[in-house]
Nanobody, 121 residues
Framework: QVQLVESGGGLVQPGGSLRLSCVAS????????MAWYRQAPGKERELVAT???????NYADSVKGRFTISRDNAKNTVALQMNSLKPEDTAVYYC???????????????WGQGTQVTVSS
């Protein structure tokens, strides 16, 4: 089995920063694209940022220039550095990873349980 566990959420004032982390564990052979999504109350889950196994990144327009996604392939971790936070960034943030388990014939996308980020004064 594979598990993804996020950490680092919390309450921050507008303009502040937070760093989210996510670690994948279990019978992992290799991890392809990793990503962060978020879901605000009453809204659909939206893609925030992705990073490929080679480090290629992509960001939602709403976070470009403020958020940075990074990963450590050796540790199967992905992080999201969030700067200049705005109230509209308030959401539950989820990490996801496209993972090949040892001995598997295909990869599967796994999700973490989510971590709350609240931006408020």
């Amino acid at each position: 089995q594979v598990q993804l566990v996020e950490s680092g959420g919390g309450l921050v004032q507008p303009g502040g920063s937070l760093r989210l982390s996510c670690v994948a564990s279990g019978s992992i052979f290799t991890t392809e694209t990793m990503a962060w999504y978020r879901q605000a109350p009453g809204k659909e889950r939206e893609l925030v940022a992705t990073i490929t196994s080679r480090g290629g990144t992509n960001y939602a327009d709403s976070v470009k220039g403020r958020f940075t996604i990074s990963r450590d392939n050796a540790k199967n971790t992905v992080a999201l550095q969030m700067n200049s936070l705005k109230p509209e960034d308030t959401a539950v943030y989820y990490c996801s990873a496209d993972i090949w388990q040892i001995g598997a014939r295909q990869s599967w996308v796994y999700w973490g349980q989510g971590t709350q980020v609240t931006v408020s004064s």
